[in-house]
T-cell receptor, first 114, second 112 residues
Framework: GAGVSQSPSNKVTEKGKDVELRCDPI?????LYWYRQSLGQGLEFLIY????????KSGLPSDRFSAERTGGSVSTLTIQRTQQEDSAVYLC????????????FGPGTRLTVL | GESVGLHLPTLSVQEGDNSIINCAYS??????FIWYKQESGKGPQFIID?????DKRQGQRVTVLLNKTVKHLSLQIAATQPGDSAVYFC???????????FGSGTRLLVRP
């Protein structure tokens, strides 16, 4: 079956513009995660969705970042008024939803803010 | 604060040799650990996991060792192949939560 997909694969934008990044999780997975990976670094947790529960937004770095998940499936990560320090790879992962379950990652979206 | 880190940023090994990648963690309450492999331009790929009630787990060509006394995790790759070249991350889950805390990664280079 299909894995986690993300679009676009690459995004170049100008400072101050808004961007939307999309994640399509594995069908049937109730948990969805967003991470940010800066060059040569590990993954930084951003936000977590589980079913219909309120998302854990504790990792979002500022109020310019927001995410939603429609219908318990597709998720969109929005960055408003992008800054150069937002440049990174944004990774999405999904899991069946139980604690300690394996997270399956998408290929990521590489965001470059000029 | 809580952290997961790696001792060596880059490891170079000869094809066919065994590789050992190390990781230290600081949260003694962590009860689940995962090793991920990330190839260039791709998302992390699950390799193997281990729970805190175990000290060793084996997969295909890979073994993970957990030493809770010194809060140390290692990944052993037997008969390293060129396809094993990647960045390897350890990750921990504190207190059976859903969050993964990732280390900064070790790059494994396999010499032909």
């Amino acid at each position: 079956g299909a894995g986690v997909s993300q679009s676009p694969s690459n995004k170049v934008t100008e400072k101050g513009k808004d961007v939307e990044l999309r994640c399509d999780p594995i069908s049937g997975h109730t948990a969805l995660y967003w991470y940010r990976q800066s060059l040569g670094q590990g993954l930084e947790f951003l936000i977590y969705f589980q079913g219909n529960s309120a998302p854990d937004k504790s990792g979002l770095p500022s109020d310019r970042f927001s995410a939603e998940r429609t219908g318990g499936s597709v998720s969109t990560l929005t960055i408003q008024r992008t800054q150069q320090e937002d440049s990174a790879v944004y990774l999405c992962a999904s899991s069946p939803g139980l604690a300690n379950n394996e997270q399956f990652f998408g290929p990521g979206t590489r965001l470059t803010v000029l | 604060g809580e952290s997961v880190g790696l001792h060596l940023p880059t490891l170079s090994v000869q094809e066919g040799d065994n590789s050992i990648i190390n990781c230290a963690y600081s949260n003694s309450a962590s009860d689940y650990f995962i090793w991920y492999k990330q190839e260039s331009g791709k998302g992390p790929q699950f390799i193997i996991d281990i729970r805190s009630n175990m000290d060793k787990r084996q997969g295909q060509r890979v073994t993970v060792l957990l030493n809770k006394t010194v809060k140390h995790l290692s990944l052993q790759i037997a008969a390293t192949q060129p396809g094993d070249s990647a960045v390897y991350f350890c990750a921990e889950t504190p207190d059976s939560s859903y969050k993964l805390i990732f280390g900064s990664g070790t790059r494994l280079l396999v010499r032909p």
